[in-house]
């Protein structure tokens, strides 16, 4: 009598499961995956040159001229996109108007858009919190939710709960820089103990403040290495984005 071990039984059960329930692609309602190859490769993709810390493309490796000048809080953003169509529409179908199928699909290609170049793991993942009244009025939390898949992925240590946001700060898109320090200027809290290394998870990232404002908090508290997993990078304020 064969042996089957646990890898085949999960195997086994994952094919009767698309056989049962397949997937459909979420930009081309073709069967298969939750996106498939051809809508994963339109995605846009940030150069393999750019700034060491915040992920801006630049003509060569190094820091750009903002991160050069004074280095953020935080050490290496990592993301594999540009915050740009068409992968922008469906974030913003995803964050702003319950189109929760998409959460698989985002954070699986963002998982494996790296070919051998994956981020390095940290100790655990601090999603970016919602303040309770903005929680309530959408029902979920986005960075959460990608925290969740990528911690079940990598069997990271998800943290919710440590960072909490005390103020219902007004949406940051169309404020400049500055605007963007003092809307969330002790906006965070933490609670409870952190290892050395960690990655703050959010979707997009258009300036870096709210990345910088955490990471401050998280250097202040202890955190040696500070890393920001997010979905994009915008390169210019083009539509809703709150990092």
């Known amino acids: 009598m064969p042996r089957f071990s646990l890898q085949h039984l999960y195997q086994s059960r994952r094919k009767l499961t698309q056989w049962l329930f397949p997937e459909y692609c979420r930009a081309c309602g073709v069967a298969g995956a939750a996106l498939c190859e051809a809508c994963a490769q339109d995605w846009p993709r940030l150069p393999e040159n750019r700034c060491s810390y915040c992920a801006l493309p630049l003509q060569a490796n190094g820091d750009c001229p903002v991160c050069s000048v004074e280095a953020p809080q935080y050490d ?3 993301t594999p996109f540009v915050y740009a169509e ?4 469906a974030i ?3 964050k702003f108007h319950q189109r929760l199928d998409w959460t698989r699909a985002l954070a699986t290609t963002w998982a494996e858009g790296w070919g051998g170049h994956a981020p390095s793991h940290p100790e655990c993942l601090l999603p970016v919190p919602l303040h309770p009244k903005r929680l309530r009025e959408r029902g979920y939390n986005q960075a959460l939710l990608l925290a969740r898949h990528w911690g079940k992925r990598w069997r990271i240590p998800v943290k919710p709960g440590i960072l909490r946001r005390c103020r219902n700060t007004r949406h940051q898109t169309g404020l400049s820089a500055a605007a963007r320090r003092d ?3 002790s906006a965070f809290t933490l609670h409870g103990k952190l290892p050395a290394h960690v990655a703050i998870v959010d979707d997009v990232m258009t300036t870096g403040t709210t990345a910088g404002q955490m990471a401050e908090l998280l250097k202040s508290a202890g955190v040696q290495r500070i890393d920001v997993w997010v979905l994009a990078r915008a ?5 809703p984005a709150h990092a």
Do not use: K, Q, S
């Open 86 to 89: 068409p992968l922008n529409a």
């Open 183 to 185: 809307n969330l200027d």
């Open 92 to 94: 913003l179908a995803w």
């Open 235 to 239: 390169l210019r304020e083009a539509a």
């Open 76 to 78: 290496h953003v990592y």
